[in-house]
Each structure stands twice: as C-alpha cells, then as structure tokens.
C-alpha cells in the first residue's frame, strides 16, 4: 500500500451499556457488542533482518490488521498491527466471530 485508503477498513468493537435489568431487587448493566468501521490504515514497517545485515531500503508498508485489541476478535490481541492468538483452552478458540479469517 501507499496511503490510507488502498487498505480495507478496520472494523472496531465497542460495548453499549446503557441498559440494565433487575435480578432479585439487584440492577445488573446489560451490555452489547457493537461494530463500526474505521478507515484503513497503510503502516510503515521495517524488515528486522534486512536492517540486521546492515543493508539499505529495509523500509516497507502494509496494510494494518489492527490498531488496538478492540480491533480484533475475542480470544486475540493486536500486537505489531496483527491480530494474534492468546486464549490457552482450545474450547474458547472456535469463539471467534463470524466471517473472520484469523483462526
């Protein structure tokens, strides 16, 4: 990529919990998950080995997976604009939402 907007736009979770519900006399918030778009972002990168060996032109850019953990499915964190893996049970592993291809 070259700028912004040649990237696929990052889709962003966020809780809404402006409800609630009485359990026995108790008001418990009741919360949602919600999803919005934030433009895409093109990253600058740099190859670790290239720049390692001394060598020249080791800058690069990339489409960003995501800015934050909000940006990525339950069960993964975003560390160096990726989205990776970090729930230990299997069982929790086949939680991930819908439609994505991180799993």
Known sequence: C???NQCPNIRRRFQNCNGSFN???IKLPTCN???RQIGGRCINRTDFFCSLAGKRNCNYRR???CLSSDDCPPCYTCTSNTCNYVCQSDRNRFRVSSGSNLN
């Open 2 to 4: 070259s700028s912004n």
């Open 23 to 25: 359990l026995l006399g």
């Open 33 to 35: 998950d919600n999803y």
């Open 63 to 65: 489409c960003a997976e």
